[in-house]
């Protein structure tokens, strides 16, 4: 599968981005399909998920729930990460991420995931 991200920019404080996330190769419909954020000198970090994508359960850090918005569209096989009301500690490069045969008690792990998207950057100026 090769993952092909999209809609980072530069915003400002309380602005909405949405960022896109396109497959080829093959259909989401085997995996589990998220988003990974990492700033500058930190590790990449969960965002949010589709756990095992044909499911539509959806899971979020702790730290963007209700702000981020994961969702799915089968037709173009895209999945799509909606953020309101950026953050300057929201500034990071967004990564999207596909695994085969995840288990939802490490669906939050770098490592479960087998595809990489090239990421996408996010610059939030406050």
């Known amino acids: 599968v090769q993952l092909q991200a999209s809609g980072g920019g530069l915003v400002q404080t309380g602005d909405s981005l949405r960022l896109s996330c396109v497959a080829s190769?093959?259909?989401?419909?085997?995996?589990?399909v998220g988003w990974f954020r990492q700033a500058p000198g930190k590790e990449r970090e969960f965002v949010a998920t589709?756990?095992?994508?044909?499911?539509?359960?959806?899971y979020y850090a702790d730290s963007v729930k209700g702000r981020f918005t994961i969702s799915g569209d089968n037709a173009k096989n895209t999945v799509y990460l909606q953020i309101d009301n950026l953050k300057p500690d929201d500034t990071a490069v967004y990564y999207c991420?596909?695994?085969?045969?995840?288990?939802?008690?490490?669906?939050?792990?770098?490592?479960?995931?087998?595809?990489w998207g090239q990421g996408t950057q996010v610059t939030v100026s406050s």
């Open positions: 190769g093959r259909t989401f419909s085997r995996y589990t």
């Open positions: 991420a596909a695994g085969a045969g995840l288990i939802l008690s490490n669906i939050r792990n770098v490592h479960g995931y087998d595809y």
């Open positions: 589709i756990f095992r994508w044909s499911s539509g359960k959806t």
